[in-house]
Nanobody
Framework: QVQLVESGGGLVQAGGSLRLSCAASGRIFSSYVMGWFRQAPGKEREFVVAISRSGGTTNYADAEKGRFTCSRDYTKNTLYLQMNNLKPEDTAVYYC????????????????WGQGTQVTVSS
């Protein structure tokens, strides 16, 4: 098992930046594929990025390519999402997730979830 705690969300103007953090505890961090998902009001949870157990492979959703960067720090057991050039359509609750299964862009393949952190981008 693993416990995930997100932080770093907040209110930012369009074009600004935020860095989200996901602190993992419990089972060894490198045992999990990690990912970020987001959910806006009235919409289904959608994929943002996945990162492999080794950190060597990342897969970004098309809307985030070139703007978001995901990384994992094994010394701190922390997953990061650096978000630049934010847009109002990025407004959502962002969830950190961990999977023991497969490298996946599908939320159903993730076993563990954080509580989410709100990101609001104003225009």
């Amino acid at each position: 098992q693993v416990q995930l705690v997100e932080s770093g969300g907040g209110l930012v103007q369009a074009g600004g930046s935020l860095r989200l953090s996901c602190a993992a505890s419990g089972r060894i961090f490198s045992s999990y594929v990690m990912g970020w998902f987001r959910q806006a009001p009235g919409k289904e949870r959608e994929f943002v990025v996945a990162i492999s157990r080794s950190g060597g492979t990342t897969n970004y959703a098309d809307a985030e390519k070139g703007r978001f960067t995901c990384s994992r720090d094994y010394t701190k057991n922390t997953l990061y999402l650096q978000m630049n050039n934010l847009k109002p359509e990025d407004t959502a609750v962002y969830y950190c997730a961990a999977s023991t299964k497969v490298f996946s862009t599908t939320h159903a393949d993730y076993n563990y979830w954080g509580q989410g952190t709100q990101v609001t981008v104003s225009s």
